[in-house]
């Protein structure tokens, strides 16, 4: 058995995560409940996982005094809601008191828990990095909030190269199907290399239902909204995005790798030139959720325009492009008065149900696994959905690169029959783009 104390940025992480601590004694300092009850009110998920947090505690409550225990359901241990002694915090150093009063008392109340109890091991959990190296100079050991990680450094790359006799790369080039002894998941991209000349490629994807790796839709069509992919991934994410069966499409990598701009590419084509999807709906999260929208003026979509901006940019470039063609294309602008593209906070998503259009979420590293999960399941029939990222480049200070909600749902939800993922790895926006994310 062991003791584990929750700070405040544990239960706005994961409302749950009292429940999540097996047979083990759960602490939450009364210092925790005050600082979740500043969060209640903001629209967004943290203020979701505040007053969800609060409501556990109150059912409990009603269960038995918290301050006496409650046994938790299901098998799990007994919570505690416990106040710090004033001896304990007195005794802390001086300095540590007056740097933050409210981490002073959480941490006053794992010393005295830890002194109280030496026989059983004493964890202090919270994800602020700070309080981890506080509660280590106090000899409390300390861990991270570890219910959703992803290991990042193992992250499914989305494609697999094989090395095959250059008889089969010639019975794939004319057949489009090829048996392969590998282990690959549905809609796993592949790269076949001749064993005897390394140059000689071909690419492919998995197909689970033929058993064998098939031609690519991008190698036989052209390019979306004429935008032509530069390199393999760029290759193996068009075909992803032009391919109607695939509901989910996962692309993740560094600035400049071109997610964005292949998303948008895949969206115009599919919703302006082949009338595929009926709308193309754009959010990015990281916009601050909720009432910050608020200061700023103007309508919904007056407010957003700031935060959509790389949005506004890619669209006008694939316009621009298309112009040169001297074929005659509408605006940014009047596609929107037109309805065909729409932008959207992620606030006004939960409790939707969207139907038959294309639903961009770009820069996903910065939403939990539970908002990912509430986007998700608003996606209903004829919707495709593509979420994009780089999970080293995250603003949300409750989430890490292997917390976060794009790296849960790519590892979540490889095999799937209904998903494709593809990691992007060279840069394309520009010479100097590349060079800046590489080196500096």
Known sequence: MKNYILDTSVLLYDAQAMFKFGENNVFIPITVIEDIDHFKKEVSEIGRCARQASRYLDELRQINNLSSGVKLPNGGGTLFVKTGQTAVYKR??????????????????????????????????????????????????AEDYESDKIDIEELYSGFKKITVSSGMITEFREKGLLNVDEKLYPHQYVVLTDGNDSERTAYGRFDAEKNGVKRLISETREGAWRLKPRNTEQLFCMDALLDDNIQLVTLVGKAGTGKTLLAVAAALFKTVDENVYSHILVSRPTLPLGKDIGFLPGTVEEKLTPWM??????????????RNTGRHTRGFRELMELGILIIEPLTYIRGRSIHNQFLIIDEAQ???????????????????????????????????????????????????????????FKGERSKLSELAANIL
């Open 366 to 424: 910065n939403l939990t696994p539970h908002e990912m999960k509430t986007i998700i399941t608003r996606v209903g029939d004829g919707t495709k959905i593509v979420v994009t990222g780089d999970p080293y480049q995250i603003d949300n200070p409750y989430i890490d690169s292997s917390s976060n909600g794009l790296s849960y749902v790519v590892e979540k939800l490889r095999g799937q029959e209904v998903s494709a993922h593809v990691t992007l």
């Open 309 to 322: 901006y790389p949005i506004v940019d890619n669209v006008e470039f694939l316009m621009r492009k298309d």
């Open 92 to 141: 802390m150093p001086e300095d540590l008191r007056e740097m933050s009063r409210k981490d002073s008392h959480m941490l006053a109340v794992a010393l005295e828990i830890k002194e109280s109890s030496p026989a059983i091991p004493t964890v202090y959990v919270t994800k602020d990095v700070s309080r981890r190296i506080k509660a280590d100079a106090l000899g409390i050991a």
